[in-house]
């Protein structure tokens, strides 16, 4: 445990669960969109659906108020094509109370070398909204102090777009050499096998042997065989793979504010809505309707796979009256192409491996492929 006279930093207690969410719903992301999380039907069950180990931690103050959080999670994934317990760090969340106390040099490299051995981990993912300037500044930027009382290490792997294709046109389905389908029972070993032979390219890649994938579908709500669009060669051969996936039973986005350009983009996209009878965008205080592309896979690159499974997707979408579909789009990617044409918008965004001092990053985690990551469970 580490702290100052008024605040502590200490493992998450079930106590603390309604102050965990009431600080995830008070700290806004700040973009041009504002938005806050809510997590139901609690802040751990998220984690349950794909790491194996987790934990919470808190700030909280000496009647148990939570000033501050954050969560370490462990699960299986690959790096340089050999399966090796990786985490992801997420949730970090500090009131305005608990901002500016050094709590990151005292509390931070400890719990981290703490898991680190506990678990048999050496390296973690975690995101960092672009203009999240507060954030990149306190945790990415290496200083002697932060050297010296061991603070962890952030290099940054990747920039990606979160990429929000919205819904409200009607688009005519184009000819294309690449057909697309629901998956159907047959497909789960297919599946799988695809999934996992793309993730043992990406750092961090989620293995998925054909138990995990069965697991996803028994334990992830909502998610059935038939959620997963597949590409078809013209020989019959799976060539690519996605689940849209709507996480609103264990996580619901809600906007805070309308900002910038993103208040313009409101104001045509409801007039457009409007006009299709189509559903508006929310006013704030109210959740985003939108699904997740998430077992997202086209091993060879081609976009022609991507841009098929999309307009598939994008139709599903439309039916049921979702908002946007979202993904993770990587800068400078070739299948990028396939996103042309469609109406969206993006917040830039950073992939940072983070190690414990004297941990070396490996070269193929800097230079590989996007590392493996569900949007939908951060």
Request: aromatic letters at 6%.
């Amino acid at each position: 445990m580490a702290g100052s006279p008024e605040l502590v930093v200490r493992r998450a207690l079930p106590a603390d669960e309604a102050g965990r969410r009431e600080l995830l719903a008070a700290v806004a992301m700040e973009t041009d969109l504002s938005l806050s999380i809510r997590r139901a039907p609690t802040v751990d069950a998220m984690y349950a659906l794909h790491a194996r180990a987790w934990e919470g931690w808190v700030v909280a103050d000496e009647r148990g108020r939570v000033e501050g959080m954050g969560s370490v999670l462990v699960r299986d994934g690959y790096v340089d094509g050999v399966m090796a317990p990786v985490g992801y760090l997420g949730d970090l969340r500090f009131s305005k109370r608990a901002e500016g106390r050094l709590l990151l040099d005292r509390a931070y490299g400890p719990i981290l070398e703490d898991a680190s051995r506990r678990y048999g981990c050496r390296y973690y993912l975690t995101a960092i909204i672009a203009s999240n300037a507060k954030a990149r500044r306190a945790l990415t930027v290496h200083t002697e102090r932060a050297a010296r009382r061991g603070r962890p290490r952030y290099t940054l792997l990747r920039e990606f777009d979160i990429r929000s294709l919205h819904l409200v046109l009607p688009r005519r389905r184009p000819r294309s050499s690449v057909a697309v389908r629901r998956a159907e029972r047959r497909d789960v070993a297919p599946i799988a096998a695809l999934l996992d032979a793309d993730a043992r390219r990406r750092p961090f890649g989620y293995p998925m042997p054909e138990r995990e994938l069965r697991r996803r579908l028994e334990t992830w709500p909502g998610l059935r065989i038939e959620s997963f669009h597949v590409a078809e060669s013209a020989a019959g051969d799976l060539v690519g793979v996605v689940a849209p996936w709507d996480a609103s039973p264990v996580k619901r986005t809600v906007v805070e504010a309308y900002g910038g350009r993103m208040a313009r983009v409101r104001a045509l996209h409801d007039v457009a809505a409007r006009l299709l009878g189509r559903p508006t965008l929310p006013p704030p205080g109210e959740a985003l309707r939108y699904q997740y592309l998430t077992h997202l896979a086209v091993p060879s690159g081609d976009p022609a796979v991507l841009r098929a499974l999309l307009e598939s997707a994008y139709a599903a979408a439309r039916r049921e009256r979702m908002h946007f579909l979202s993904a993770p789009a990587p800068v400078g990617d070739p299948l990028d192409a396939a996103y042309r044409g469609f109406p969206a918008t993006n917040i830039r965004a950073g992939l940072y491996a983070v190690t414990l001092p004297g941990t070396p990053v490996p070269e193929s985690l800097l230079a590989g492929a996007m590392p493996g990551f569900e949007m939908a469970l951060v």
